[in-house]
């Protein structure tokens, strides 16, 4: 960017204005809605419940299988207990 002068200080003034009458709303004060609402109908404050972190890691929870719930409650945790119970199914041969 140069230091020089403005070759269009018409266009920079009016975009100048444009951007300071969204900044303050101009548009929201001048056509006000009858009410608050969205496409779903849903408030502001339900938006922020349901696009929470903990609420999309529930989500995220739901849509697992059973098998992998199972998988990971059961699964060991440290390098040491997953030495232990691979050793376990070795020894323990199924019939």
Not at 28 to 37: A, E, G, I, S
Not at 49 to 73: H, I, Y
């Amino acid at each position: 960017m140069e230091d020089g002068p403005i070759a269009e200080p018409e266009a920079c003034d009016q975009m100048y204005e444009s951007l300071a009458r969204l900044h303050a709303n101009y548009y929201k004060h001048k056509y006000p809605r009858p009410r608050d609402t969205s496409f779903s109908g849903l408030s502001l404050e339900e938006y922020k419940f349901v696009l929470s972190t903990d609420t999309l890691e529930e989500f995220k929870e739901m849509n697992k299988g059973m098998w992998k719930r199972l998988q990971e409650k059961f699964a060991p945790k440290s390098p040491e207990e997953k030495h232990k119970a691979w050793a376990r199914s070795l020894s323990h041969p199924r019939p």
